[in-house]
């Protein structure tokens, strides 16, 4: 299995407050995403990073802020958490000789 | 902009076939396919870069039409681990990483 892991796995959190979840890889893969999944909508790309500090949006952005500040780590902020930010919450890697995209086990955010 | 997955969901015999189609307002580069067991993260299923190539994974196909922007999943003789959200996703062109998902099919397979 990939080295990936996502933490928390759970989280309940309150209207307002910010939220940070973690991605953590130990593959060397450059480019990291963060997805949201919710019924009917599929996966949705919230942002994606190609390197150290290098990121870029989405689809669905708002709201949303990542940093790369090491090849290992993706962080994902909510800045202040709302109601429509509860959701299931992927991490992936991926690199260009595979194409191959590996997905974390998934955060689910309860927003209250 | 995400792609567009069709049908949303099917409910199958085993042993019977099944096509998933995904399809993108804009030109691919690549178009990936995933499955989705409940509770558990997406797996990779296979890739089809630009040029129409077809490819194989046991009883599972997939087709890439880059002129119609179009790419198809064929499950055939179905089993019951085939049940799962199957998603596609796409990449406009070489070096741009943004991998998009589509909406997702969902299949059923029973006895």
């Known amino acids: 299995d990939a080295g990936i892991t996502q933490s928390p796995r759970h989280k309940v959190t309150e209207t307002g407050t910010p939220v940070t979840l973690r991605c953590h890889q130990t593959e060397n893969h450059r480019y990291m995403y963060w997805y949201r999944q919710d019924p009917g909508h599929g996966l949705r790309l919230i942002h994606y990073?190609?390197?150290?500090?290098?990121?870029d949006k989405g689809e669905v952005s708002d709201g949303y802020s990542v940093s790369r500040s090491k090849t290992e780590d993706f962080l994902l902020t909510l800045e202040s958490a709302t109601s429509s930010q509860t959701s299931v919450y992927f991490c992936?890697?991926?690199?260009?000789?595979?194409?191959?995209?590996?997905f974390g086990q998934g955060t689910r955010l309860t927003v209250v | 902009q995400q792609p567009v997955q069709s049908p949303q969901a099917v409910i199958l015999r085993e042993g019977e076939d099944a096509v998933i189609n995904c399809s993108s307002s804009k030109a691919l580069y690549s178009v990936h396919w995933y499955r989705q067991k409940h509770g558990e993260a997406p797996v990779f299923l296979m890739i089809l870069l630009k040029g129409g190539e077809q490819k194989g994974h046991e009883k599972i196909s997939a087709s890439f039409n880059e002129k119609k922007q179009q790419s198809s999943l064929y499950l055939t003789a179905s089993q019951l681990s085939y049940s799962g959200t199957y998603f596609c996703g796409t990449e406009e062109f070489f070096g741009n990483e943004k991998l998009t998902f589509g909406t997702g099919t969902r299949l059923t397979i029973i006895p």
């Open positions: 990073s190609y390197g150290v500090k290098d990121t």
């Open positions: 992936a890697i991926s690199d260009r000789n595979s194409n191959e995209a590996f």
